[in-house]
């Protein structure tokens, strides 16, 4: 039975551990890729809510300013339209 030098033996060990270091980071790419996704999901739910209550609060009070820390409404003021 042959030894085999030991730069091939030291050569090969490095590269399957850079190997396994790749394959380490390209699976917690893959997870930050999966939670991206869930996180733009969830934003964009969230955005939909705002956007329907928005639509409920003008249909329910008309055009204008909503406090959202007191909860007061300033409807906006409408611009008269002067005939001559």
Same mark, same amino acid.
């Given at each position: 039975?042959?030894?085999?030098? /030991? @730069?091939?033996?030291? &050569?090969?060990?490095?590269?399957?551990? &850079?190997?396994?270091?790749?394959?380490?980071?390209?699976?917690?790419?893959?997870?930050?890729?999966?939670?991206? @996704?869930?996180?733009?999901?969830?934003?964009?739910?969230? @955005?939909?809510?705002? /956007?329907?209550?928005?639509?409920?609060?003008? $249909? $329910?009070?008309? #055009?204008?300013?909503? #406090?959202?820390?007191?909860?007061?409404?300033?409807?906006?003021?409408?611009?008269?339209?002067? @005939?001559?």
């Amino acid at each position: 039975m042959a030894t085999v030098n /030991q @730069e091939y033996i030291d &050569t090969v060990k490095n590269a399957q551990a &850079t190997m396994k270091a790749i394959q380490s980071e390209l699976g917690a790419i893959a997870l930050v890729e999966i939670r991206k @996704e869930a996180l733009l999901a969830a934003y964009k739910a969230e @955005e939909q809510k705002v /956007q329907e209550t928005s639509t409920k609060i003008r $249909e $329910e009070y008309g #055009d204008g300013t909503l #406090d959202l820390e007191s909860g007061e409404f300033t409807p906006a003021e409408t611009a008269e339209v002067v @005939e001559e």
